[in-house]
């Protein structure tokens, strides 16, 4: 089991350019979960997928923001255009089942930089 | 007012202390709780687990929830320094939204 996997580790980019992140959940888990970690705001939920359908966006922060799940083993989430408010740490996680009883397995994340 | 307080520390003991980390909230309709531990430059993994209040013990770990003062606690017996990281409460409601706190950053010293 290698875990979920994102790529890339780093980003570093300028002002208006466009940041795709990637994430491959673990094999067979049905959620995937995109987070974002600040200093300031700590950890925040941006969009969860169930089945590949997104089912809550409302976490994202602007339609600067888009998530896409093409299919089961792969996620992306896209930052058009970016600002440097968007520098941050960018964690995807996926689970087994209902995160009520299903724990949240996260990814390394992605450590992005906007300047 | 954040829906989950904690605080960030840093909390520094000797090894072997007894460690209490705690996380208030204010939406009474939370009903999942758990704790996850995050070592720097990595996710946050999965520690405790628990539904209601009352404690549950996992090895050196004990996780309390307190419903009615809206009040969880996480100690850690005889603490050592691989235990340096940053505890993160997290809860849940009826919906799937995993709410976490902004996390307390342990250091155990040799």
């Known amino acids: 089991d290698a875990g979920v996997i994102q790529s890339p580790r780093h980003e570093v980019t300028e002002m208006g350019q466009e940041v795709t992140l990637r994430c491959k959940p673990i094999s067979g888990h049905d959620y995937l979960f995109w987070y974002r970690q600040t200093m300031m705001r700590g950890l925040e939920l941006l969009i969860y997928?169930?089945?590949?359908?997104?089912?809550?966006d409302s976490g994202m922060p602007e339609d600067r923001f888009s998530a896409k799940m093409p299919n089961a083993s792969f996620s992306t989430l896209k930052i058009q255009p970016s600002e440097p408010r968007d520098s941050a740490v960018y964690f995807c996680?996926?689970?087994?089942?209902?995160?009520?009883?299903?724990?949240?397995?996260f990814g390394n994340g992605t450590r992005l930089t906007v300047t | 007012q954040k829906e989950v307080e904690q605080d960030p520390g840093p909390l520094s003991v000797p090894e072997g202390a007894i460690v209490s980390l705690n996380c208030t909230y204010s939406?009474?309709?939370?009903?999942?709780f758990m704790w996850y531990r995050q070592y720097s430059r990595k996710g946050p993994e999965l520690l405790m687990y628990?539904?209601?209040?009352g404690n549950k013990e996992d090895g050196r770990f004990t996780a309390q929830v307190d419903k009615s003062s809206k009040y969880i606690s996480l100690f850690i017996r005889d603490s050592q320094p691989s235990d340096s990281a940053t505890y993160l409460c997290?809860?849940?409601?009826?919906?799937?939204?995993?709410?976490f706190g902004s996390g307390t950053r342990l250091l155990v010293r040799p």
């Open positions: 939406n009474s309709a939370f009903q999942y």
């Open positions: 996680a996926s689970s087994p089942g209902t995160p009520y009883n299903s724990p949240l397995h």
């Open positions: 628990t539904y209601s209040s």
């Open positions: 997290a809860m849940m409601d009826s919906s799937y939204k995993l709410i």
């Open positions: 997928f169930n089945n590949n359908v997104p089912i809550d």
